[in-house]
Every structure is written in structure tokens, then in C-alpha cells.
């Protein structure tokens, strides 16, 4: 009984629409510019060049948006796939229904669901069929509209100004959490999209760009968006290779300590020293200790640029390891707490480690007051801004594997090369690539060796300048 309802919902909806797909040409809907709105979203959210697997493609359009260097689309329409490949002969397409996914093949980077979760007869067993298709790396993304709209829709649907629906499942934002955790998914970003879904310019723009992101206005739109990634699935059995990158100006005095505290990790740990224009002897006391220490690792170089951003980068170019850290030779975050980076990383808990010193009792002389409140302000714009909660983003001591951090230099370019602390650089680019962004508490210290080279207004003025730019390339897109 339960698989003859079954057919008989799939074969309703299949008929469906293809007879939406038959008349698609003589369709005169205002649906046109909300689906260009999800077009750009989804650009955003999914870098070109990436293996793509979009569930309930229809005619293609969306899967091509996001410009895949693998497409494939899945649909068990025959009438909506025959427009798709004739619109985008360089895509693949797969008549079958989303409840059996058995025919396809291979892992994907990214899987699209964009409306479909409230056309689907068994939610969690489409879900369920989506984690063989998975690496650990996959993201699974997805919208759904909010039922707030349902009697606008039905008015549009009515005036031939929408694509008319079937019945749909009457899902909310944690239903859906709900049923990716019972398949297998954590669901670490959710936001809102499009308030006013009409082609009106300027208006448009204004609210499906701005207004959407501010309260109350953002519980009023009319889609759903959700990242997540599926859990328990092994990145890497290996014990990786660690490469600490440390940054060095005038830091002469805390070398030795450097070589003593921090420990071996992984597979084998490398220190990397980037010495930026100091003017103590801090590139001879690394020499020094080199030479006192021949058991370890290590490599030396001078900075060519400025600012601890070029400093990073200079040493993640010069790394081996398949585990990228960042230690301030200040040595203000103790190096004996990078083990529980370590871990955090390689156990999958995030792909993103996040140095937090805003949560434990700080020395005395650690940080100035208004620092403090700097960047506790910093933080709770950030959390608004990336869509996970980021409670300290000035922490030199951040993690990240390899592949990722190349991810996010191959796309320095959206935001560009304005970040002289590398701080930003890094957590706007992971934002950028979807990555989970997980906090660590530390117990920060104060300095016992030299000054800060942070300048408090100055930089402070940048930070502000820094955040408002990537507000318009992260928040406002």
C-alpha cells in the first residue's frame, strides 16, 4: 500500500510538471527575477570549477549558473530535461527521482537542493541516499520558500504570474535541520533570501540585497538558505605533516622559547620563520637557535613585503605540511596549546580553527582596555556577517588544511589583497568557501619580551574600513 501511494505521488508530480515544461514558453511569470536572485546567490555560495550535483534541476539553468567544471543534474521529468540539454549541451542530466539515486556515480563537492524539499514524498530517505555521494569535504546546500508567502503564492499561481505547485510538504527551518541530522548532516550556516522577489530595479536591489539582512525584515522573506557537510566521515587516516608559520619582528627575545615549547605534532612538525625588517637581532637568533637545534625542522626567511598578512603568506607558500598554524612570536597564545588545534582539525570537529582569547581571565597587561572592547565588538559584527558565530577574529593563532587555505588564495581576488594583518584575509575566505568555523579558547598572555606593533587607532580605523568592504562582498551580495 505504502509503495503505491508512493507511485502514485511521483507520477502525479511527474506529470506535472512536464506540462509546466510544455508551456514554459508561454508562461509569463514574475518567478523570473526571484530565480535570478537564487542565480546569484548560489555563485556565491558555490566556487566555479567544482565537481556539482544539483537534485530537481528542471531545465538546468541554476546548475549552469554556478559555472561547474563536472554538472550533473538529476529530474524525473523527461519534458523539463529535454529543455535542459537542449539549453546546456555541456551539462549532463539523469531522469530519475530524487527518492532513488541509486544510478549515479562518483563524489561530489557541492549538492544543490533549491526548492525541493517541500515537493519530495520521503525527505530523509532522498537525504540518506545523498551521503553515499559525499566526501568529507561535500556541501550540501539547499532552499526552501517560507509558507508566510503561501497565500501570495497562491494569488500569483492563480493569475498565471507563478509556476503553479502541487501540494507541498509543509516543512519549517529546523524540520529540515532535524531530518540532515538524522541523515547524517550538521547544518553549521542558515540564513534568509529575497524579500521582494518582483523586477522592479532599484527596489529589488534595495531589498533583496539590504533589507533582507535586517531585522524584522529578514523573517519576512521568502526563502530559506542552508549550509551543511556530513558527519562522520573521515578526512585523512595518515597523521599529517604540521607547518607553524611563524611571523617575527622584533622578536629577538622570544626565540629560544619558541624552539623549546612548541611540540611535535602529527606526522612531523616544521617551524617556519618569516623575519619582517626587525630592528633587534631577531633573523640572528633564529640563525642561533637553528643551529643549537638541529633535530628540528625548520626554515628561515626575510620578508620581502609588510604586515603580518604578507608574512603568513610568504610562509604557507614555503610549507610541506598538510596542516597550516599560525603562532605570533609573541608568544601570547601559549604554543603548548597547539595540540588542541591539532585535534580539532584532524578529528573533523571544524575545518576552520579559530583562536578565541575573549573567554578565560586574561593576564593583567595582556590587553588594553579598549582593545578589549574592540574587539568584542569586532566579533559580534563578524558573527552577523558570516552566518556563524566567530567570538574573537584578531587572534594570530588560527588552523586550516592545506587544500583549503589554497581555496581561498585562488579566490584573493574577490575581496583583493587589503588585509595587512592576514587575520581577515583568512576568515573572510573561509566564510567564502563554506568551511566550518570552529572556536578555541585560550588563556592569552602578556607580552615578556618587546612591544606590540599593533598601532590602536591606526589599525583600528583600517579594521573598520576592512569590515565595511567585505560587508559588501560577504553580507550584501
Same mark, same amino acid.
Given at each position: 500500500?505504502?509503495?503505491?501511494?508512493?507511485?502514485?505521488?511521483?507520477?502525479?508530480?511527474?506529470?506535472?510538471?512536464?506540462?509546466?515544461?510544455?508551456?514554459?514558453?508561454? *508562461?509569463?511569470?514574475?518567478?523570473?527575477?526571484?530565480?535570478?536572485?537564487?542565480?546569484?546567490?548560489?555563485?556565491?555560495?558555490?566556487?566555479?570549477?567544482?565537481?556539482?550535483?544539483?537534485?530537481?534541476?528542471?531545465?538546468?539553468?541554476?546548475?549552469?549558473?554556478?559555472?561547474?567544471?563536472?554538472?550533473?543534474?538529476?529530474?524525473?521529468?523527461?519534458?523539463?530535461?529535454?529543455?535542459?540539454?537542449?539549453?546546456?549541451?555541456?551539462?549532463?542530466?539523469?531522469?530519475?527521482?530524487?527518492?532513488?539515486?541509486?544510478?549515479?556515480?562518483?563524489?561530489?563537492?557541492?549538492?544543490?537542493?533549491?526548492?525541493?524539499?517541500?515537493?519530495?514524498?520521503?525527505?530523509? *530517505?532522498?537525504?540518506?541516499?545523498?551521503?553515499?555521494?559525499?566526501?568529507?569535504?561535500?556541501?550540501?546546500?539547499?532552499?526552501?520558500?517560507?509558507?508566510?508567502?503561501?497565500?501570495?503564492?497562491?494569488?500569483?499561481?492563480?493569475?498565471?504570474?507563478?509556476?503553479?505547485?502541487?501540494?507541498?510538504?509543509?516543512?519549517?527551518?529546523?524540520?529540515?535541520?532535524?531530518?540532515?541530522?538524522?541523515?547524517?548532516?550538521?547544518?553549521?550556516?542558515?540564513?534568509?533570501?529575497?524579500?521582494?522577489?518582483?523586477?522592479?530595479?532599484?527596489?529589488?536591489?534595495?531589498?533583496?540585497?539590504?533589507?533582507?539582512?535586517?531585522?524584522?525584515?529578514?523573517? *519576512?522573506?521568502?526563502?530559506?538558505?542552508?549550509?551543511?557537510?556530513?558527519?562522520?566521515?573521515?578526512?585523512?587516516?595518515?597523521?599529517?605533516?604540521?607547518?607553524?608559520?611563524?611571523?617575527?619582528?622584533?622578536?629577538?627575545?622570544?626565540?629560544?622559547?619558541?624552539?623549546?615549547?612548541?611540540?611535535?605534532?602529527?606526522?612531523?612538525?616544521?617551524?617556519?620563520?618569516?623575519?619582517?625588517?626587525?630592528?633587534?637581532?631577531?633573523?640572528?637568533?633564529?640563525?642561533?637557535?637553528?643551529?643549537?637545534?638541529?633535530?628540528?625542522?625548520?626554515?628561515?626567511?626575510?620578508?620581502?613585503?609588510?604586515?603580518?598578512?604578507?608574512?603568513?603568506?610568504?610562509?604557507?607558500?614555503?610549507?610541506?605540511?598538510?596542516?597550516?598554524?599560525?603562532?605570533?612570536?609573541?608568544?601570547?597564545?601559549?604554543?603548548?596549546?597547539?595540540?588542541?588545534?591539532?585535534?580539532?582539525?584532524?578529528?573533523?570537529?571544524?575545518?576552520?580553527?579559530?583562536?578565541?582569547?575573549?573567554?578565560?581571565?586574561?593576564?593583567?597587561?595582556?590587553?588594553?582596555?579598549?582593545?578589549?572592547?574592540?574587539?568584542?565588538?569586532?566579533?559580534?559584527?563578524?558573527?552577523?556577517?558570516?552566518?556563524?558565530?566567530?567570538?574573537?577574529?584578531?587572534?594570530?593563532?588560527?588552523?586550516?588544511?592545506?587544500?583549503?587555505?589554497?581555496?581561498?588564495?585562488?579566490?584573493?581576488?574577490?575581496?583583493?589583497?587589503?588585509?595587512?594583518?592576514?587575520?581577515?584575509?583568512?576568515?573572510?575566505?573561509?566564510?567564502?568557501?563554506?568551511?566550518?568555523?570552529?572556536?578555541?579558547?585560550?588563556?592569552?598572555?602578556?607580552?615578556?619580551?618587546?612591544?606590540?606593533?599593533?598601532?590602536?587607532?591606526?589599525?583600528?580605523?583600517?579594521?573598520?574600513?576592512?569590515?565595511?568592504?567585505?560587508?559588501?562582498?560577504?553580507?550584501?551580495?
Amino acid at each position: 500500500m505504502e509503495i503505491s501511494s508512493a507511485l502514485k505521488y511521483r507520477q502525479s508530480r511527474q506529470a506535472h510538471w512536464d506540462a509546466v515544461a510544455h508551456q514554459r514558453d508561454g *508562461l509569463h511569470s514574475w518567478g523570473g527575477a526571484y530565480h535570478r536572485r537564487l542565480a546569484q546567490v548560489y555563485r556565491f555560495l558555490v566556487s566555479p570549477g567544482q565537481r556539482v550535483l544539483e537534485v530537481g534541476c528542471g531545465e538546468g539553468d541554476l546548475l549552469a549558473a554556478v559555472q561547474p567544471a563536472l554538472g550533473v543534474g538529476v529530474d524525473f521529468s523527461p519534458a523539463m530535461l529535454a529543455r535542459a540539454r537542449q539549453r546546456h549541451p555541456n551539462l549532463q542530466f539523469v531522469e530519475t527521482d530524487a527518492c532513488d539515486l541509486s544510478a549515479l556515480q562518483g563524489a561530489f563537492d557541492v549538492i544543490i537542493l533549491s526548492d525541493l524539499v517541500n515537493d519530495l514524498w520521503d525527505v530523509q *530517505l532522498t537525504l540518506d541516499q545523498l551521503r553515499r555521494l559525499c566526501t568529507a569535504r561535500t556541501r550540501l546546500v539547499l532552499n526552501l520558500y517560507s509558507h508566510l508567502w503561501q497565500p501570495v503564492l497562491s494569488v500569483a499561481q492563480k493569475l498565471r504570474l507563478a509556476v503553479p505547485l502541487c501540494e507541498q510538504n509543509w516543512l519549517t527551518v529546523e524540520d529540515v535541520r532535524n531530518l540532515l541530522n538524522l541523515a547524517g548532516f550538521e547544518t553549521f550556516r542558515n540564513w534568509t533570501e529575497v524579500l521582494f522577489p518582483l523586477p522592479i530595479p532599484l527596489l529589488n536591489g534595495f531589498c533583496n540585497r539590504f533589507l533582507v539582512r535586517a531585522w524584522p525584515f529578514n523573517a *519576512l522573506a521568502l526563502s530559506n538558505f542552508m549550509v551543511a557537510r556530513p558527519k562522520g566521515i573521515s578526512a585523512r587516516k595518515p597523521e599529517p605533516v604540521v607547518s607553524v608559520v611563524v611571523p617575527a619582528r622584533n622578536e629577538a627575545g622570544n626565540i629560544p622559547d619558541i624552539f623549546a615549547r612548541v611540540p611535535e605534532m602529527g606526522s612531523g612538525t616544521e617551524l617556519i620563520f618569516v623575519e619582517g625588517h626587525s630592528k633587534d637581532d631577531t633573523y640572528a637568533a633564529i640563525e642561533s637557535e637553528m643551529a643549537r637545534n638541529p633535530g628540528r625542522t625548520c626554515k628561515l626567511f626575510r620578508q620581502s613585503g609588510i604586515g603580518k598578512g604578507d608574512a603568513v603568506r610568504k610562509g604557507y607558500a614555503e610549507a610541506r605540511g598538510e596542516v597550516l598554524m599560525i603562532l605570533d612570536a609573541d608568544l601570547t597564545v601559549p604554543p603548548e596549546d597547539l595540540p588542541r588545534f591539532y585535534d580539532a582539525i584532524v578529528s573533523g570537529t571544524g575545518e576552520f580553527i579559530n583562536g578565541v582569547r575573549l573567554v578565560y581571565p586574561m593576564e593583567r597587561q595582556a590587553m588594553r582596555t579598549l582593545n578589549l572592547i574592540g574587539n568584542k565588538f569586532f566579533s559580534l559584527v563578524f558573527s552577523w556577517m558570516l552566518g556563524q558565530p566567530i567570538k574573537d577574529t584578531l587572534c594570530g593563532t588560527k588552523v586550516l588544511w592545506r587544500q583549503d587555505y589554497e581555496k581561498i588564495a585562488a579566490n584573493r581576488s574577490y575581496f583583493g589583497e587589503f588585509d595587512p594583518f592576514g587575520d581577515y584575509d583568512l576568515i573572510f575566505g573561509a566564510a567564502r568557501q563554506n568551511l566550518k568555523i570552529v572556536d578555541m579558547p585560550i588563556r592569552y598572555r602578556e607580552r615578556t619580551y618587546g612591544t606590540t606593533n599593533i598601532q590602536r587607532w591606526k589599525h583600528g580605523w583600517l579594521l573598520l574600513r576592512m569590515v565595511a568592504f567585505a560587508a559588501r562582498r560577504l553580507k550584501f551580495i
